[in-house]
């Protein structure tokens, strides 16, 4: 991705972040870097383009936070506390993927979209799966649910609590929200 396609990304994100997906057109955008329409059409095709190369630099970017999660060699029941406090750092950081990500109905039927997003799920899953299989070989989590039942409750919590957040404006501390949410899912999975 160039210098210029970044900047573009930068200042889709902040447009979602105050006006939500619908603030976001081609307009808006050569608005807000006061640019030509016709200049950022260089760059990108559509405002699809657009946020999959947004969730493409986050798909990117989770990965390697998760990767240095399980690099970490922390136990089971941290490597999961830990690998979510990556998560809601960078969301703290960059609200915008809030909007990208967890908004209902993000240009419905734009394959690509939902193409990215589901990758996006696969790269949480890929690391989850294997902290919880060993939290469960190891005693930490309860083995009365599935790994993948307990992929969805841990990703369907923290789906929700990024939800919370976006409609409440990003108002509250969500490092601060999301680790009391993570604390108590902890203390639910937990065969202890």
């Known amino acids: 991705m160039t210098d210029r396609q970044h900047d573009l990304i930068d200042a889709a ?7 939500g997906v619908t603030g976001l057109t081609i307009k808006n955008l050569a608005i807000e870097l006061g640019f030509t329409e016709a200049a950022i059409y260089r760059h990108f095709k559509s405002k699809e383009d657009i946020i999959v190369a947004m969730l493409e630099h986050l798909l990117e970017n989770a990965n390697d936070r998760c ?23 960078y969301f703290k950081a960059h609200p915008h993927f809030v909007v990208a990500v967890f908004s209902d109905g993000l240009l419905e039927g734009a394959g690509p979209i939902n193409d990215t997003l589901f ?9 989850l799966v294997p902290i919880l299989v060993k939290g469960q070989q190891q005693g930490v989590f309860t083995t009365a649910m599935s790994p993948e039942q ?4 841990v990703m369907g919590s923290f789906r929700m609590e990024m939800f919370k957040w976006r409609i409440a404006q990003f108002s509250y501390d969500i490092e601060s929200q999301g680790d009391s949410m993570l604390t108590a899912l902890l203390a639910l999975i937990s065969q202890k």
């Open 13 to 19: 994100g902040r447009i979602l972040t105050r006006s």
């Open 67 to 89: 990767k240095a999660v399980m690099d970490s060699g922390f136990p089971p029941d941290l490597a999961l506390l830990e690998l979510f406090r990556s998560h809601l750092r």
């Open 150 to 153: 307990l992929v969805q409750l």
């Open 119 to 127: 990758k996006i799920l696969g790269v949480n899953r890929m690391y």
